[in-house]
Structures are given as C-alpha cells and as structure tokens.
C-alpha cells in the first residue's frame, strides 16, 4: 500500500469559502491580555457576506479577547481527523445582544437550516445573552492534508 502524501492546495476566496461552508468544527485562536495565544474549539458557519461565523457569550475568554484585539485565526478541520483542514487569518467582530440576534438566526440556519420555531429562537438567544464572533477572512493558509512529505513517499515505492 503506497503511503499518503501530504498536499498543499492554494485558493483563492470563493475557493476559500466554498470549502469551509460545509465544515463547522474548528479552533478559534485569539491572543489573551498576556499576549500568549489562547484557542477555543467551537462550531462555526459561513454567512452570506462570506465571513466566519461563531456563536459565544459575552464573557467567554475568546469573546474578550476578540474584543480587545482584532486579529484572530481559526483552523478548521473536517470531520474525519485525516481530512484536510486550512488556516484562516482575519478581522474579528463582536455583535452583543439585542444586535446579535438576527445574525445568531443566520448563523443557525447556515449550520442546521431551518428552526422548527424561531420566535422560540430569537427568545432563547436574547434570555441566554448569546453573542456572535463574525471574522472576515484576509489571509489563508493553502488547504492542506496530512501525510508524509513526497520524497518519503517516492523513496517507497523503489
């Protein structure tokens, strides 16, 4: 069996988004006071202005830190540990309750379609304070799988 080799594929935005639309895990990265980095596991979605987006509240650590500072990454993974993943640099925004519900709607629908009731919905948001993160991807890494480098791959199959 020929061993699998690590890829590296470069795209442009539209590419970008089109393959983090169908993925919701990832880690959010942001910088704490201290400057060191601090990383959240979360679900996230695509909005229709192409920015990531993340559900939270207002007095999570990746809340505050967002807030104070600006630029985050998040890394998102698909669902088979194996499968590739990209790194996404961008511009985070807080929007707080009453604002956020209505983007917390579009984030719902964009990760779980239609709420069965959403009066119920924006309800439950608005009483739990829910917050949205919205990040504006301006870098990302190339969309990347693992394995082993090419070389090893090819000394292989001699």
Known sequence: MSPSVASNTTVDRAALL??????HRALLLTRRSDGGPQASPL???VDDEGRIVVSTYPERA???NARRDSAVSLVVLSDDWDGPWVQVDGEAEVI???????PLVEYFRVISGEHPDWDEYRAA??????SLIRV??????PI???GF???????SAD
């Open 96 to 102: 707080d309750p009453p604002d956020s519900v209505e």
């Open 125 to 130: 948001m608005l009483r739990q304070g829910k």
């Open 144 to 146: 990347a799988t693992g």
């Open 18 to 23: 089109d393959f983090v639309r169908p993925r």
């Open 136 to 141: 504006t991807p301006k870098r990302w890494g």
């Open 149 to 155: 480098p090419a070389r090893l791959a090819e000394d």
């Open 43 to 45: 679900t996230c979605g």
């Open 62 to 64: 990746k809340t505050r």
